[in-house]
């Protein structure tokens, strides 16, 4: 992965999003994901106010838990398009507990993303899309 498809995203674990053990429920990291995913797009200039007739729904998700996060642990989510083909994108991600200087990796996974119009067909992505996946800033 080159630096300019990688996107770090801080992220602090708040209470309502752990367990009566203090350990992120499991599905919180979905949303991490999608939390990396919007600051990819951001960095980038491809922001949703671009997206009009055009929607990027996830399709398939993929995830591996290595260790719980907690409660106010300082999260480090890295973020990169791992594929482009064809009308979907796969994005990776791993998140890192950050504090006292290590990065200590808690989950991997990955999330494809199809490419469709209001009606739900597939169709190409619009140029300013394809631009930021391709490593360029729109």
Known sequence: MTEPLLERTPLTVRFCET???????HGNYLQYFE????????SR???FDRWEGIQLPVVEAHLRYRKPARFDDELRIDTWVAELKGAS???AYRIFRVQS??????????????CVGPTLIPRRFPPFLREAFEGQRV
């Open 45 to 47: 200039g491809a922001t």
């Open 101 to 114: 200087g290590s990065d200590e990796l808690l989950c991997e996974g990955e999330t494809l993303l199809a």
């Open 35 to 42: 939390v990396g995913r919007v600051a990819w797009f951001k």
């Open 19 to 25: 367990d009566l053990m203090g350990i992120v429920h």
């Open 89 to 91: 994108v796969r994005f």
